[in-house]
């Protein structure tokens, strides 16, 4: 069983939209999928279809109220759903000794999904405990980037903690990054590729995910791209990253 | 750095620099973060979260210390429902000016609902400075809240709630 979070601090990248349309490719290939929302705002529910979250999620999951097997929502073939829950928010607030609050989802994750290929973590826009609990929890981390100066500011930042955690926790992750609203005639979109290529070689996945219209209209609809226009460019560039994911098909470039 | 130079000695680069340069470096200088990181190891831990609890930190240690507004120094201090990273640094200042006014210095815990382990450090360290000051910090009406948080941490008895 691989776990892979799905981080960037960064805003507006389309962590959310990767999750939801990476893990239904994912599994539509046959792969078993377990895709948690550890983001409290709770928008990779609302893009799979679940609009009312009134039971608990990860959240009770993290709290050890509830197994995570409990908490499961089938949401898909091969695709299961753990909401975030109305109580995630306050996860960060916990008080206590930190490195215990670290290992909340962690230990969640312990038992119940031992029958899982992949659990991703959709992780929420920030660097607060939330993000401490994926990176404690996954081995992988994927990383949607937007093509333009201040997301490499981002990245700077985020490869700064992940650099940290490596250290503290003496590990090492795969890291995967994931070209996502990319505009491709856009000059500033390549060179902020070549960055990526430069530093990042044989990291970042082949298939590039272009801006479209269609990918910001399907989550109010609770479908993946996969479902709303399955013969759309955007349906194709996610079946292909997922491709790309499980063979490890990635860009080459300069270093 | 080269990749860095590159950028910057191209003129059609729309790109002023690169933030990912000091990845190139083999350096543990890493860019800032806000993250809190889960470790046993506490040095590391306050490192890296920016919260240096070591004895030289006490406060009259501060290289510069920025204006205050004189009524920040009254006292009893009136700590705030919600306690943490974000508010350490005003609440730092707050007190510094407090400690240098005052020989007895009240703090008033009573509404805290949330506290986190950078504003225990930030007490702890104050009521050890005032000590070496021969002054004396009382928290007043401590919340449940607030004393279980200390409970946990093991701060009950150097905090004295």
Known sequence: ?255 | MAENDDIESNKNSLIGYDPLAWMDEASEDYPPTNAILPDDDIAELQRAIGVNNDDDSSWENEASQPEIADDDSDSPVHLSATLNIQHVVALHERLKKVLTAHDLIEINASDVASIDTATFQLLVALKKDAVKLQKIVIFNSPSPRFIESAKLLGLLEILDV
């Open chain 1, 1 to 255: 069983m691989r776990v892979v979070a799905i981080i960037n601090q960064k805003g507006g990248v389309g962590k959310t939209t990767t999750s939801a349309n990476l893990c239904h490719a994912i599994a539509e290939s046959g792969k078993k999928v377990t895709v948690i929302d550890l983001d409290p705002q709770g928008h990779l529910a609302v893009s799979l279809g679940i609009r009312l979250q009134q039971h608990g999620g990860i959240d009770e999951a993290m709290r050890g109220e509830k197994t995570i097997q409990e908490q499961i929502i089938q949401v898909r073939h091969n695709l299961q759903l753990i909401t975030s829950g109305s109580r995630l928010q306050e996860i960060e607030q916990l008080t206590g000794n930190v490195s215990h609050r670290g290992d909340l989802l962690k230990n969640a994750l312990q038992t119940g999904l031992d029958d899982q290929d992949f659990i991703f973590i959709d992780c929420p826009p920030s660097s607060g405990l939330l993000v401490v609990n994926a990176l404690f929890a996954c081995d992988e981390i994927l990383i949607p980037m937007t093509s333009d100066f201040l997301a490499l500011q981002g990245l700077s930042h985020l490869m700064g903690t992940v650099k940290r955690f490596e250290k503290v926790l003496k590990k090492h992750y795969t890291l995967w990054l994931v070209i996502s609203r990319y505009t491709p005639n856009r000059k500033i979109s390549k060179q902020v590729l070549n960055i990526l290529l430069s530093h990042f070689p044989e990291r970042v996945l082949a298939t590039a995910i272009k801006e479209t219209t269609l990918l910001a209209e399907c989550p109010s609809f609770g479908k993946t791209i996969l479902e709303y226009s399955p013969e759309s460019r955007s349906a194709k560039d996610f079946r292909k990253l997922a491709n790309d994911f499980l063979e490890g098909k990635v860009m080459y470039g300069r270093k």
